[in-house]
């Protein structure tokens, strides 16, 4: 005689009902767990998710009845690699700012008139054209590696970049002084921030 199917075995074999049952039965006891051992709430969200991360992934190993043990033994896990990442970040950030501190040359570029108005005009660019720009003047890369980092088929940033320096030269007057400067204001606000000195005709293209 074949003996009758209990319909609620396949649910107790379920992972994703096991891990559901899991999830709410200790997510506020984990959480808790966490909240007393970080400084900072974001920080709890991001560890409580990582640990019911390593929970499911390791659902075969949960042990019957209370979970919270296994997920409080997973958490501390969890906060002891955050920890270490905190006082690494910690560490580099104190080594970058020392390194800042004592290496950065002034930038040539500071002060000088003519480049504050070719920042001030790079604001009335459209966004994307912006960082084509920049990444190709500003930041050396060739067109081909600019749309690596934009994420746009090289063939489209060539063609993205020149319509940007078409629109450049359009709000700058189309007026070059000395292959490198040009004459002529706006009423952007001014770019903040680190910008390196690099030849003109590199982010508008070759003058005419």
Do not use: K
Not at 15 to 28: I, M, V
Not at 168 to 183: A, C, F, I, K
């Amino acid at each position: 005689m074949t003996p009758t199917s209990d319909p609620g075995s396949s649910d107790e074999h379920d992972p994703e009902l096991q891990f559901r049952a899991l999830y709410d039965g200790n997510f506020a006891a984990v959480l808790g767990y966490t909240l007393r051992r970080v400084d900072q709430p974001a920080d709890a969200a991001d560890v409580v998710s990582e640990v019911f991360l390593v929970a499911w992934r390791r659902l075969d190993e949960a042990p019957p009845g209370d979970g919270r043990p296994w997920l409080f033994g997973i958490a501390r896990h969890t906060l002891s690699n955050y920890h270490r990442g905190q006082r690494r970040r910690q560490r580099l950030g104190g080594r970058l700012r020392d390194a800042l501190g004592r290496d950065v040359v002034p930038d040539p570029a500071t002060g000088v008139a003519e480049w504050d108005r070719i920042r001030r005009v790079l604001l009335r660019l459209r966004p994307d054209d912006r960082e084509l720009l920049m990444l190709v003047g500003w930041d050396g890369l060739t067109p081909t590696e600019a749309a690596g980092v934009v994420g746009i088929a090289p063939g489209t940033a060539r063609m993205r970049l020149a319509r940007a320096r078409q629109r450049l030269r359009s709000l700058l007057g189309g007026e070059l002084v000395d292959g490198d400067q040009v004459r002529g204001g706006c009423d952007a606000p001014a770019i903040t921030g680190h910008v390196q000195a690099v030849p003109f005709e590199h982010v508008i293209g070759e003058s005419r």
